[in-house]
């Protein structure tokens, strides 16, 4: 399926991942994608839960189909026109500076993907996203001139929703109509326990353990702790380096030391944090 890249300037294939893995209808849905990009620039949004794999699954479209790829966060965006460019001061004169991602877009096949789009710190800076995913596909800029959406561009862009995630906002209807949409969700029980022990090497009566304490954790509404696909790579990372479980959970779950608690008792598992005074402390280095 990979092709070869040529003269993509600071533009690069990412590489394939041999542990990642999707579901056939998502694979489906990108098949028709990359069928779509052949006639006109396409966008599509993956949207679904944090940790699941969906900048991942960004990387592994550029690279099974040996397309170049660029990333730009979006939750950096203040106003419109910031990921064009900026004026800086050069030599004590003031002069425009082009960033890459008007590069990306003159680029023919790039795979341009729009990290977490409903973050921006101002809504307005994506005004100018809207003339570029239309059947437009060109905006005008003082400094740069008419840019247009080379030929075979697509645009990926990622996004988690919910109260939980701070900083986001609703995306605007009139900007996600632009898009396909494509959703996932946690690995079923048997893929994820396997892409643990690729990724991390460790034992199959480890790698069952982390599945199952997970699939508690996953399955009690009391604690409303969302653990991802990442989350529980971090896990088996820890093990892998010597860790117990409990020293693994308590040091990769992101939640406050109460609920902490309350999470290993319901594992089965004693609190693995003890008081300053019982703490050893010796000379690091």
């Known amino acids: 399926m990979q092709q070869p890249v040529e003269n993509f300037k600071s533009l690069h294939v990412p590489e394939i991942d041999p542990y990642y893995y999707a579901s056939t209808e998502i694979l489906s849905v990108l098949d028709k994608v990359q069928k779509i990009s052949r006639k006109h620039p396409v966008n599509v949004l993956v949207a679904g839960r944090q940790g699941c794999g969906k900048s991942s699954l960004v990387r592994q479209y550029a690279a099974t189909y040996g397309l170049p790829l660029a990333t730009f966060q979006v939750g950096i965006l203040s106003e419109p026109g910031q990921l064009f460019g900026e004026y800086a001061l050069e030599n004590g004169e003031t002069k425009y500076r082009q960033f890459l991602f008007p590069e990306a877009l003159q680029t023919p096949n790039c795979v341009i993907h ?10 307005k800076a994506l005004n100018m996203l809207f003339s570029l995913l239309s059947d437009d596909r060109q905006v005008w800029l003082d400094e740069l001139g008419l840019i247009k959406v080379a030929e075979g561009v697509v645009f990926f862009a990622t996004l988690n929703e919910g109260d939980e995630f701070v900083g986001t906002e609703l995306l605007d209807p009139a900007l996600r109509d632009r898009f ?64 117990t479980i409990k020293e693994a959970l308590v040091t990769s779950l992101q939640t406050d030391k109460s609920t902490l608690e309350s999470l290993l008792l319901s594992l089965h598992l004693k609190d693995g944090s003890k008081e300053k005074e019982q703490l050893e402390y010796v000379v690091f280095g």
Do not use: C, W
């Open 114 to 123: 729009l990290e977490e789009i409903n973050r921006p710190e101002h809504p």
């Open 180 to 243: 396909y949409v494509t959703l996932m969700d946690y690995l079923p029980n048997e893929v994820e326990k396997e892409v643990l022990q690729k990724k991390t090497s460790i034992g199959d009566e480890s790698a069952l353990e982390i599945i199952d304490a997970i699939n508690q954790l996953r399955g009690n509404g009391e604690f409303e702790v969302e653990v991802s696909t990442r989350t529980t790579l971090m896990i088996g990372e820890m093990v892998a380096a010597g860790a």
